[in-house]
């Protein structure tokens, strides 16, 4: 089956600029990560969904971060006024529940000018 | 809070030689999970191997292989009969255990393999 997908791959935004990430897991899984990975770095855990309800989001670095799982499914990881540290590539990542492998999307790269 | 390091930033390896990467981590917990992953240039985090805390037995997969020494907190990849194919970056990672908890990557270990 298809695996997890992302969009768009690639994205660059000017310094002040709002930016929407999206990520469509495996379907039927229920649990959904994002993680933040810098250049020359190990991908850094952002929040945590579980079907549509967001049970961990401490690892967000800034209000300016908010994700969001509407219906459990589709999830969007949204940058307000994005600032130059925030260029990373940010990987999405589902799991059944229960089950110990997390599957990665491609990710998307993210560079503010 | 845990914590997982990798100390080689980057190994290189002949082809169908070994390579050893190393990985050590830190923690209170007893139940754990940990992982070694590949992220070649697409990006795309593939996972190779992964072990229970609990399974005194190391995990193999085909060519990959691991020493887990949980008393020593390390737990070290092994790749046997390197191929080309095998060059990407490789994450050794850390999960509670208990439901769904988040990743907890190393900073990864760049490995080139030479023709």
């Known amino acids: 089956g298809a695996g997890v997908s992302q969009s768009p791959r690639y994205k660059v935004a000017k310094r002040g600029q709002d930016v929407a990430l999206r990520c469509d897991p495996i379907s039927g899984h229920v649990s959904l990560f994002w993680y933040q990975q810098a250049l020359g770095q190990g991908p850094e855990f952002l929040t945590y969904f579980q079907n549509e309800a967001q049970l961990d989001k401490s690892g967000l670095p800034s209000d300016r971060f908010f994700a969001e799982r509407p219906e459990g499914s589709v999830s969007t990881l949204k940058i307000q006024r994005t600032q130059q540290e925030d260029s990373a590539v940010y990987l999405c990542?589902?799991?059944?529940?229960?089950?110990?492998?997390?599957?990665f999307g491609p990710g998307t790269r993210l560079t503010v000018l | 809070a845990q914590t997982v390091t990798q100390s080689q930033p980057e190994m290189s390896v002949q082809e169908a030689e070994t390579v050893t990467l190393s990985c050590t981590y830190d923690t209170s917990e007893s139940d754990y999970y940990l992982f070694w992953y590949k992220q070649p240039p697409s990006r795309q985090m593939i996972l190779v191997i992964r072990q229970e805390a609990y399974k005194q037995q190391n995990a193999t997969e085909n060519r990959f292989s691991v020493n887990f020494q949980k008393a020593a907190k390390s737990f070290s990849l092994k790749i046997s009969d390197s191929q080309l194919g095998d060059a990407a970056m490789y994450f050794c990672?850390?999960?509670?255990?208990?439901?769904?908890?988040?990743?907890?990557f190393g900073k990864g270990t760049r490995l080139s393999v030479i023709a």
């Open positions: 990672a850390y999960r509670s255990a208990g439901g769904n908890t988040p990743l907890v």
């Open positions: 990542a589902s799991s059944l529940e229960r089950v110990h492998e997390q599957f």
